[in-house]
């Protein structure tokens, strides 16, 4: 059965066990969100090791939970205040405006998904970024 626990200072090795030695998560450490721009480009694997160690270490809450299966690390989710992401403030993906866009480019999802879920569109960054809102 798989557990979910907050991510904190007593977890940092864990932590590092999900994130691997291989792929993107041993290069991203999860910090693509929270840097833009040429904070991004200007940041290097090892930056971004340290910047997730800190946010773990001495944040004053968990910025992510850990799962697990058993004792084993098995996956991670970043958890925490829309500021706290500004490569996420503006959501959704207008592809009927956008035209045929690269998949990597909707991560931040289309925008057809939000509007289907009941999300209201707020303002747009430019025609194809759409910020959108729904009362929780």
């Known amino acids: 059965m798989v557990n979910v626990r907050p991510a904190g200072p007593d977890a940092w090795s864990d932590v590092q066990a999900v ?41 004053e809450r968990a910025p992510g939970v850990l799962a697990y299966d058993g004792s084993a690390q098995v996956g991670w989710c970043a958890v925490g ?35 289907d879920a009941g999300f209201t569109e707020v303002s747009r960054t430019s025609p194809q970024w759409v910020l959108v809102r729904s009362a929780v």
């Open 81 to 115: 205040p829309r500021t706290s992401y500004p490569r996420v403030e503006a959501c959704a993906v207008d592809t009927a405006v956008a035209g045929r866009i690269p998949s990597a480019d909707l991560y931040r999802g289309p925008l057809s998904v939000y509007l």
């Open 19 to 59: 994130m691997g030695e291989r792929g993107d998560p041993s290069r991203c450490f999860c910090q693509y969100f929270r840097l833009r721009g040429k904070a991004w480009s200007a940041s290097s694997p090892e930056n971004n090791r340290a910047g997730l160690k800190s946010q773990v270490c001495d944040g």
